[in-house]
């Protein structure tokens, strides 16, 4: 791995693939074809606004390999998106359903728009425009889409309604994250955070420390941050910081999270009603058990991987440990769950999801909860087993462990 930080996330993510590939023994043509998506699709589209404007939205479409099956990966609405980043996303997402043994290839998605600027009427607008931009190159058996980042159930319906639109039938396995009235799974909203809680369970399990009055820190109080505050809260754990992008708040008796739940907005801001706030940077070198980044890339980096205090890291959110981070926290003996592992949940109940439009019959919370734990169980022992035999680093047996399938997939078709 490289010696210095590399915060470009694509570069980086192409630096572990490679070296996952020839710890293999796969050669130059292999790590050639899986270092780049095989497809990246840029599309501009118009879209009217509420002031009578026409105003042009870009967006993007990745899907990294197709050699599994059909590809799979989120949707974000986001003013920094970017082509680089989305093919990261991408490359993330074929690991992801390699860990889960998932009949997927990776993809991701995204507009650059603010949704805290817009109106719901234009938030519609955009999501139905983004669909018939790249509607070539999605659907049931091609390529999948999902919520991420600032996108929810409400997108995806849109999304699905158009797309049914445009194919004249009724499509509800062409997304996943859709409303249960629209064919949704249960759990599916709280998946990720549902996938997180698992792998915490775990990693402490294998050092020995009880989750019961555990110290539990976590970046970001979104969709996952919040949900996995409340599963911690719930078990019984201390919660004692959370943040948002306004800062962050620190109890070192545990914060009561029903009452942050409550108090929240949609986007996961909650800092800016206290007055006693400590800073993201802050936050992260608390002393705790479990640090859990669940906010945005770049978190964790060599100019403060020596100050982290935690004797567990999970992440939840995509990248938020840089290369030269990881190797400094994992000398320093902490455990590092990354991310390609620990937030595989919400690709793994977006495939019951896409499972359950196929055949058309539902399964029930219970059912779900079950067959998640067990696939999560059964990647987190996979990815910990190579890290232990191998004596490699948890996010390089993480990749080893995700690519492995693809890479077999593309051989044994005969592309390499």
């Not at 070296?19 to 050639?32: F, I, N, Q, S, T």
């Not at 507009?111 to 109106?119: A, F, H, L, N, T």
């Not at 890339?297 to 205090?309: G, L, V």
């Not at 499972?355 to 067959?371: I, L, P, R, S």
């Amino acid at each position: 791995m490289t010696a210095m930080d590399n915060n470009d996330v694509l570069t980086s993510t192409q630096i572990v693939i490679e070296e996952a590939l020839r710890k293999m023994g796969y050669g130059d043509d292999m790590v050639d074809l899986l270092k780049e998506p095989m497809r990246v699709l840029a599309v501009r589209f118009p879209v009217r606004m509420d002031d009578g404007k026409t105003r042009v939205f870009v967006g993007y479409r990745a899907q990294h390999n197709d050699a599994v099956g059909p590809t799979k990966g989120g949707v974000r609405f986001h003013p920094d998106v970017n082509e680089a980043e989305v093919k990261a996303l991408s490359i993330w997402m074929s690991l992801k359903c390699g860990i889960a043994n998932l009949p997927y290839g990776g993809g991701k998605g995204g507009v650059i728009c603010d949704p805290r600027k817009m109106s719901f009427r234009e938030l519609e607008r955009v999501s139905r425009g983004y669909v018939r931009a790249i509607s070539q190159i999605v659907g049931p058996t091609k390529d999948i889409p999902a919520p991420d980042v600032m996108t929810n159930a409400q997108v995806m319906a849109w999304m699905m309604d158009e797309y049914s639109r445009i194919r004249e039938f009724d499509s509800p396995g062409f997304i996943t994250g859709k409303p249960l009235v629209l064919g949704g799974s249960h759990g599916r909203e709280s998946a990720t955070a549902r996938g997180v809680a698992i792998m915490i369970d775990e990693a402490m399990g294998k050092l020995g420390i009880p989750l019961q009055g555990s110290r539990v820190v976590i970046q970001g109080f979104g969709n996952a941050g919040s949900y996995l505050a409340k599963f911690m809260y719930d078990a019984g754990a201390k919660v004692i910081a959370i943040s948002d992008v306004h800062g962050a708040l620190y109890n070192e008796q545990g914060l009561d999270i029903d009452e942050l739940m409550d108090r929240r907005d949609s986007f996961g801001t909650i800092t800016n009603l206290y007055k006693n706030t400590i800073s993201n940077d802050e936050l992260l070198a608390l002393e705790c058990d479990v640090l859990v980044p669940a906010a945005i890339e770049n978190q964790i980096t060599a100019s403060n991987a020596d100050r982290i205090r935690a004797k567990i890291i999970v992440e939840a959110a995509n990248g938020p440990t840089t290369i030269e981070a990881t190797r400094i926290v994992t000398d320093r003996g902490i455990l590092l769950v990354p991310d390609v592992l620990a937030s595989a949940g919400g690709v793994i109940v977006s495939y019951f999801e896409w499972v359950q439009n196929n055949q058309g019959y539902y399964w029930t919370e219970e059912e779900v909860d079950a067959k998640l734990r067990l696939m999560m169980v059964r990647g987190f022992e996979s990815v910990y087993e190579l890290h232990r035999t191998k004596k490699v680093d948890m996010r390089l047996a993480a990749y080893m462990v995700g690519v492995r399938k693809l890479a077999e997939a593309v051989r044994l078709r005969g592309w390499v």
